[in-house]
């Protein structure tokens, strides 16, 4: 009766625009995800352009990195990696892409090596909970993985091409057609990489650690009307990450993924009502080789039916009332001899509403509510509310409360032996408050912050020879976060941009009253851009406090402070040919953000782009 009522919800909001839909041009530039526009009205984001992705061409465990306030644990490079977003678990961080949770129903969270790292049009990360808009994981954070589609822009395209150390070979081909009614975009991207890099420090080998993915990303949109559009986003993924391994014979395994996305977007716009309805599927496969030449161990598929509506009307020019309907069916079958057992299937649906009021210019407020309904959990009632004002031209206040969610994934409640049905959702209430400053060129913001996490979802040893998912810890996690921003360009011939980042990171389990494990109490990462006419120098340097290993706080397993830098130079002839030159690791570090698995020293690359 609940998801017939969420359907309900979703049928009326789609009647209701078709019935008032009014003539009126739409924007020249389609964008997937339409709640970014409003998302950013009372939240701050990091925006990462396809410039600044190229600079950590590696993976997108280095982007967010050296990027991002994020802390990223890598089991050696290309390896399995998982962010900790304010001092969160990976579960409790929410990938986006084009406004759909791509989280995986297996594991709860996004594998970010195995997501592709090329062929977005921006990326943004969000700090802090998003639940009420983007669903089960957005606690800590999110990261948004962005496309949109240009119009009467012609054609043009990039390729781009990139040799690096320990046997990386890295290209990626884009290109794109529009007219005033009908754009095309596709791009794709095949990176390998032997990554047999050496630490002698650590007496450290990467062997086996080879890895190789490929990325085909199709985008098309046409105006079927003056105000309205239909679009399609797809993305193809194909990957696979050899394991590491310690000694020369040890045993050899290794990891294959495939993933398909696509998103069919219907979009009305006129002056006062505007609606979104999507449908989407997304499907995640998997399958792991306990020996490298034998056939896989264990595996999965996980496939995912998503229709979702996205209603807004404005009352007037002060009052705004969105919508969001959304039901998705959730499918997995477990794959060899050991995990998940058959088919497994849930239902899910959810009903938002948001309601923003646009007191001045300058003053303006969003109250938030949402229910889900996932079929054999009780879920909770979670709710949103932001304020953002601009006091003066000098400094801007925002203040943020939310009640955020994760519900259990398919390994937690099915896994056998050990998983759990009578799991309950992790829930978290947080608030954070940004205070923005502004002197000429410069910006600054600081966000201090608050969260309290309660059944929190870990594994225990059951004591019968396997480990098994309860609900246990209450975590409570304080901070700050901050940035300061610099941008200006001198005559027409320079220009420099300027963005670092300091996060301070407290997350105590309240029944030990120790530090979680990989969340390092100090972050700090610089990215700094110089242009001269036809010249461009970066640099980017990242310094990682202690970070504990073990629930203990013992320092003599912990990851000691380190600090590392990145620098590289590029030339443009012609307008069109670029040639550049990368240098990683400059300071030749030896550091590991997981233990027993040190990342690259030193190392180099070169890469050529041409834009047609």
């Known amino acids: 009766m609940i998801l017939k009522r969420a359907l309900t919800l979703l049928s009326v909001s789609s009647c209701l625009t078709i019935y008032y839909s009014q003539e009126k041009d739409i924007d020249t530039v389609f964008v997937f995800d339409n709640q970014m526009k409003k998302v950013k009205l009372f939240h701050s984001l990091t925006t990462l352009s396809p410039a600044d992705i190229q600079k950590n061409?590696?993976?997108?465990?280095?982007?967010?990195?050296?990027?991002?306030?994020?802390?990223?644990?890598?089991?050696?490079?290309?390896?399995?990696?998982?962010?900790?977003?304010?001092?969160t678990t990976a579960q409790q961080t929410a990938f986006v892409w084009n406004g759909i949770n791509i989280n995986s129903q297996f594991l709860g969270q996004g594998d970010i090596n195995n997501i592709a790292l090329f062929g977005y049009d921006q990326m943004e990360i969000k700090s802090g909970g998003g639940s009420v808009i983007y669903g089960s994981g957005a606690i800590g954070g999110s990261i948004h993985l962005n496309n949109d589609l240009s119009f009467n822009k012609g054609f043009n395209g990039m390729f781009n091409s990139e040799i690096a150390s320990f046997g990386t070979y890295n290209n990626f081909v884009k290109a794109a057609f529009s007219n005033d009614k009908f754009s095309f975009k596709v791009s794709g991207n095949y990176l390998i990489s032997q990554n047999d890099y050496e630490v002698p420090e650590e007496n450290y080998i990467n062997r086996?650690?080879?890895f190789y993915n490929s990325t085909l990303n199709i985008g098309t949109s046409y105006k079927i009307a003056s105000n309205q559009t239909i679009s399609w986003q797809s993305q193809f993924y194909d990957a696979t990450q050899n394991y590491p391994i310690f000694t020369e014979n040890g045993n050899k395994s290794k990891y294959e993924s495939q993933t398909v996305r696509s998103l069919l977007s219907w979009d009305i716009n006129n002056s006062k009502i505007s609606n979104s309805l999507k449908a989407a599927y997304t499907e995640d496969n998997f399958q792991y080789f306990g020996n490298y030449n034998d056939s896989y161990t264990s595996g999965g598929i996980n496939k995912n039916y998503i229709l979702k509506n996205d209603f807004n009307y404005f009352i007037d020019p002060k009052w705004n009332i969105n919508v969001i309907g959304?039901?998705?069916?959730?499918?997995?079958?477990g794959l060899g001899t050991s995990g998940i057992t058959g088919t497994v299937k849930r239902n899910v649906g959810s009903a938002a509403g948001l309601l923003r009021y646009f007191a001045t210019p300058n003053l303006r407020f969003e109250a938030g509510i949402k229910q889900d309904f996932v079929e054999d959990i009780k879920s909770p009632l979670l709710y949103s509310f932001s304020g953002k004002w601009k006091a003066n031209n000098w400094y801007?206040?925002?203040?943020n409360f939310s009640k955020n969610f994760r519900f259990p994934s398919f390994n937690d409640l099915y896994w056998t032996p050990g998983g759990n049905p009578e799991l309950r959702p992790e829930t978290s209430l947080q608030t954070d408050m940004n205070h923005e400053f502004k002197v000429g060129d410069f910006k600054l913001t600081l966000s201090p912050y608050y969260?309290?996490?309660?059944?929190m979802i870990?594994?225990?040893?059951?004591?019968?020879?396997?480990?098994?998912?309860?609900?246990?810890?209450?975590?409570?996690?304080?901070g700050l976060e901050s940035q300061l921003t610099y941008k200006k360009r001198f005559n027409e011939d320079h220009s420099v941009k300027l963005v670092a980042g300091y996060t301070y990171a407290k997350s105590i389990n309240l029944e030990t009253q120790k530090q979680l494990t990989y969340v390092p109490l100090h972050k700090f990462s610089s990215n700094i851009d110089y242009q001269y006419k036809f010249l461009r120098v970066y640099a980017q340097g990242m310094f990682n406090?202690?970070?504990?290993?073990?629930?203990?706080?013992?320092?003599k397993y912990a990851i000691y402070p380190y600090f590392v830098m990145n620098a590289g130079l590029s030339a443009t002839f012609m307008k069109n040919y670029t040639l550049g030159i990368k240098v990683n690791n400059i300071t030749d570090t030896v550091y590991e953000t997981m233990a027993y698995y040190p990342l690259p020293k030193r190392n180099y690359s070169i890469n050529a782009t041409i834009n047609f």
């Open 545 to 555: 406090g202690l970070t504990y290993t073990t629930s203990d706080e013992s320092k």
């Open 57 to 87: 061409s590696s993976n997108l465990s280095e982007v967010l990195r050296f990027q991002s306030p994020v802390y990223i644990k890598e089991n050696g490079r290309g390896a399995v990696s998982s962010p900790s977003f304010r001092g």
């Open 326 to 333: 959304e039901f998705q069916q959730n499918q997995g079958e």
């Open 451 to 455: 969260m309290r996490i309660t059944d």
């Open 458 to 478: 870990r594994w225990l040893d059951t004591g019968l020879g396997y480990y098994s998912p309860f609900n246990t810890n209450k975590v409570e996690s304080y």
């Open 396 to 399: 801007s206040l925002n203040l």
């Open 208 to 210: 086996n650690g080879k």
